[in-house]
């Protein structure tokens, strides 16, 4: 079970290393708990060394993904119809 977790985290954290790849090297991001600004590439060195804001950013990101893929996130934006 600590194997599969293990190798969870690390295609999470894969996974979003390739989604900020193909973003914009200009791109920056905020982080609301360390009130810092970073790069696209900062982000990316964050995760790798496995920090406190790259594995925030990974968790955000894979909250967001499972929202999007649920349909939670489409539902949140279109207003109730009844």
Do not use: W, Y
């Not at 600590?2 to 894969?14: I, M, Y």
């Not at 979003?16 to 708990?33: C, D, K, T």
């Not at 590439?41 to 920090?51: L, V």
């Not at 990101?61 to 949140?76: I, N, P, T, Y």
């Amino acid at each position: 079970m600590q194997k599969e977790t293990q190798e969870n985290l690390k295609k999470e954290r894969e996974l979003v290393i390739a989604r900020l790849e193909v973003m914009s090297p200009e791109l920056h991001f905020s982080s609301g708990h360390s009130f810092q600004n970073f790069s696209r590439d900062e982000i990316i060195a964050q995760i790798k060394e496995g920090t406190n804001v790259g594995a925030e950013f990974v968790k955000t990101e894979m909250e967001f993904l499972r929202a999007l893929k649920d349909g939670k996130l489409l539902k949140s934006l279109i207003p109730d119809q009844t």
